[in-house]
């Protein structure tokens, strides 16, 4: 079993809708959460880094960790065209010097 | 890309050549890591770097070596290219000693086949 679980998709939604992405994960030592969105042909880049549990909103996306379940979610609001790319969820625990990364979400926001 | 530079961008070699990676920053970071990209397997760490000459091995670390002579400098050597190599490889690089040390930031990456 991989220590980060994420479905690869592909995920395929029409413009406008909510976009909700997953994560799992078995280290309950984890406390910092990270997403990056990934074009195609490009690096990988951040997208939204939070600590520990809670949610944090930046524009149409919030990101939200559940640590008692060990979950974490990327939401995104009023979905466009442009976002669409591949979605890579990644943590690591304190002091650790290196990060975990799920295998990648395909989506598509079709106009 | 957070001032993060790869050479060559593309490169074509053939089975049992050895090949060099760039990675070069412009930051000042301490941490600096390769990775390769596969479809399947999404990201997977194969060296990184803690400081000048200090290096260590991630989960794929077999067929690669890596060096760092200067802190903005990293290279990856495939010292005889095989064609399970073919992949895409992403140097990152990382803060010490704030707290979004385990923030990593990604270069543009290379794609490499090896034929």
């Known amino acids: 079993q991989k220590e980060v679980e994420q479905d690869p998709g592909p995920l395929s939604v029409p413009e406008g809708a909510i976009v909700s992405l997953n994560c799992t994960y078995s280290?309950?030592?984890?406390?910092?959460f990270m997403w990056y969105r990934q074009y195609s042909r490009k690096g990988p880049e951040l997208l939204m880094y939070t600590y520990s549990s809670g949610n944090k909103e930046d524009g149409r996306f919030t990101a939200q960790v559940d640590k008692s379940s060990k979950y974490i979610s990327l939401f995104i609001r009023d979905s466009q065209p442009s976002d669409s790319a591949t979605y890579l969820c990644a943590m690591s625990g304190k002091g650790a010097q290196k990060l975990v990364f799920g295998q990648g979400t395909r989506l598509t926001i079709n106009p | 890309d957070a001032g993060i530079t790869q050479s060559p961008r593309h490169k074509v070699t053939e089975t049992g050549t050895p090949v060099t990676l760039r990675c070069h920053q412009t930051e000042n970071h301490r941490y600096m890591y390769w990775y390769r990209q596969d479809p399947g397997h999404g990201l997977r760490l194969i060296h990184y770097?803690?400081?000048?000459?200090?290096?260590d091995k991630g989960e794929v670390s077999d067929g690669y070596s890596v060096s760092r002579s200067k802190t903005e400098d990293f290279l990856l050597t495939l010292e005889s290219a095989t064609s399970s190599q073919t992949s895409v490889y992403f140097c990152?690089?990382?803060?010490?000693?704030?707290?979004?040390?385990?923030?990593?930031?990604f270069g543009p990456g290379t794609r490499l086949l090896v034929l």
């Open positions: 770097s803690y400081g000048v000459k200090d290096t």
């Open positions: 280290n309950s030592a984890f406390q910092y």
């Open positions: 990152a690089i990382s803060e010490a000693g704030r707290t979004t040390q385990e923030t990593q930031y």
